[in-house]
């Protein structure tokens, strides 16, 4: 496949452990499928991202800004529009706004977009552990994503729960089986 011939992938990165690993993990894959990549990370991501280096380093890969800010009201838009997205690994906190429509900053407000546009598909990897899991409103939150059409990358094969207070086992991300529900989603 030539570069870009698939379209616009947004990927949405949050201030989850592991998100050091998107460039290798999805962005580098993703350009190698063919996508053109559009990174956009929720503020602490953004943070994280821009202290090592590695928001640069997507920038250089990718050909365009990563957006953690919206921009001014008479700036242009930095992204071309996306045809798919990709958020991983997605907080507790960014799967609970989406859910509740919440667009309180750059990548929610695309993705909150992007659930009301069904030729849009949005494929989610909830890095949780048990307690965000046992919360008494996770399991609407997962049933509203789900029932808006969105991929959801879950379950014990995929990212097995541990508690937050235990010594969790080193576990990297299940960046394949993200890249298997990106390549479900739009094939
Ligand atoms: C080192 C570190 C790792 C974290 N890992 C996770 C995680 O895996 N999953 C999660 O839901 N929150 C995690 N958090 C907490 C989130 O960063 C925090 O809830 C933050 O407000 C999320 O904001 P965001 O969803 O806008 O990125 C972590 C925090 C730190 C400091």
Redesign the pocket.
């Known amino acids: 496949m030539r570069a870009q011939e698939r379209g616009v992938l947004g990927v949405v990165g949050?201030?989850?452990?592991?998100v050091e690993t998107l460039r290798t993990g999805l962005v580098e894959p993703a350009l190698a499928r063919g996508w053109r990549v559009a990174v956009t990370l929720?503020?602490?991501?953004g943070r994280w991202l821009r202290a090592t280096g590695e928001a640069d380093r997507l920038a250089r890969l990718t050909g365009l800004p990563v957006r953690d800010a919206p921009r001014l009201p008479g700036e242009a838009r930095p992204h071309p529009d996306a045809d798919c997205y990709v958020v991983a690994?997605a907080?507790?906190?960014?799967v609970a706004k989406l859910a509740l429509g919440i667009a309180d900053?750059q990548a929610l407000t695309q993705l909150g977009e992007a659930l009301g546009i069904p030729a849009v598909p949005v494929v989610v990897f909830p890095?949780?552990?048990t307690a965000?899991a046992r919360h008494p409103a996770w399991q609407g939150h997962i049933t509203t994503l789900r029932e808006a059409g969105v991929h959801l990358v879950q379950g014990p094969d995929v990212w097995p729960l541990h508690g937050p207070r235990a010594p969790t086992p080193r576990q990297d991300l299940p960046w394949p089986a993200v890249l298997a529900a990106l390549d479900q989603a739009t094939n």
């Open positions: 949050t201030g989850a452990g592991g929720t503020p602490t991501a690994p907080t507790a906190n960014t900053n890095k949780i552990n965000h």
